[in-house]
């Protein structure tokens, strides 16, 4: 290609319908959509209409219909004051690549909404690269009909995505101006992330959601076999990556739903330690202090593993601490010594309750000696510091 073809490719597209140079077989009975014309050329178009009874792992998909905005707002989200869900557009694109930059293509767009009888998932395929200002336009519809866009980690890949191919395209991208963005990947992790090895969506859907994938096409493939469609044509090659994107959209509706169902619990509804954990820390966050400690006292009584049940006193007792209700602080750090007689941390509050709250000096020596020898055998940087209490607690004996 030379340098005037090259130039040419970046200047503003013509107002006309532009055909694909080389054609595919007919999509229509493989995806079952339609070609769909735009003042900047075609593109294919397929719609799905799920209704609202159909079961998606172990919830129906109508439940995300039942999303309320001030259960968002638990987990740090700004959704708009009047927000509904069936307001809402789902968001997720299938590229041609993982790494984002200039040169990758969004090349399946695919976006959900709920109406009345049923979740509509509507995808924009692009059969070739000249079709792209033909998908980026009727996105930008569908983005210009509502004011919340919700993704899957879309804050870090697909909307800065978009956001470049309409940037190169020359395209104004109007309809995700002054959007209100809820990333479900964020949210996810604030409630599992030490309950599961990965907040992946697959990981979210086989361990919280219920959902079972059979011959889904992993991630990493799709480039790869719609490369493969450009070269061979054959329609049968895109099956696999649309169902996989309708999945991945529908999942997400579940997945806000479910999200916002574990928020409402209160302690005595918590049936998961994990969870009622991070609804701990959600509460600390609102100063809830209260709230916080029953959560943590609930998430102790579920927890089965030491490690789990030591780190829920840890915070407990800082909770406490901070609130000047030192009694029960340092019974919460004797618990902890009971469960793992190496715990520097608490060795060291304790000694610290003792001389200064106390007025105990005895046991504050005998704490601060029992802390450095953990530390001197754990080749703690605490050392010189515990050196320093004892040091001055033997002053204060002496």
Partial sequence: MNLTNKLRQFLPQQNRATPSPNPPADLDLVLQGQEV??????????????????????????????????????????????????????????????????????????????????????????????????????????????????????????????HTRFTISRLSFQGAQN???????????????????????????ANILGINRTNDIPGFEIP???????????????????QHNVIDIVSMAILLYRITLTTKLSPEECDCPWEAEALAQMALSRGDHQQAISYLEAARQLCTETEQEIS???????????????????????????????????????????EHKAKDLGAADQLTRRALAVAWQTKSPKIPALEHRLSRIERKLG
């Fill in 37 to 162: 014309f735009t003042p900047f050329g075609a593109c294919y178009v397929v719609q799905k209409n799920l209704p609202l009874q159909k079961k998606h792992g172990f919830w129906r998909i109508g439940n995300g219909l039942e999303v309320e905005s001030h259960n968002l707002k638990v987990l740090g989200q700004e959704p708009p004051e009047d927000f509904k869900v069936e307001d809402a557009l789902f968001l997720d694109t299938e590229t041609t690549g993982l790494s984002g930059g200039t040169g990758t293509y969004a090349f399946l767009i695919g976006t959900g909404r709920f109406i009345s009888t049923h979740f509509v998932v509507k995808q924009f395929l692009m059969r070739d690269y000249n079709e792209e200002l033909a998908v980026l336009y009727l996105v930008d519809q569908e983005l210009q009909k509502t004011d919340t866009v919700i993704s899957f980690n879309g804050k870090t890949f697909d909307l800065p995505l978009l």
């Fill in 179 to 205: 959007h209100h963005h809820l990333d479900l990947l964020h949210m996810a992790r604030k409630l599992w992330r030490k309950k599961l090895e990965s907040c992946s969506l697959n990981s979210l859907e």
């Fill in 224 to 242: 790869g076999r719609y490369f493969q469609f450009l070269q061979t044509r054959q329609g049968e090659l895109l099956q696999d990556i649309l």
């Fill in 312 to 354: 829920i006193l840890h915070q407990n007792a800082l909770i406490h601490k901070r609130q000047a209700q030192y009694d029960q602080a340092s019974a919460l750090w004797r618990r902890i010594l009971m469960l793992n007689e190496d715990d520097l941390v608490a060795y060291e509050e304790l000694a610290k309750f003792y």
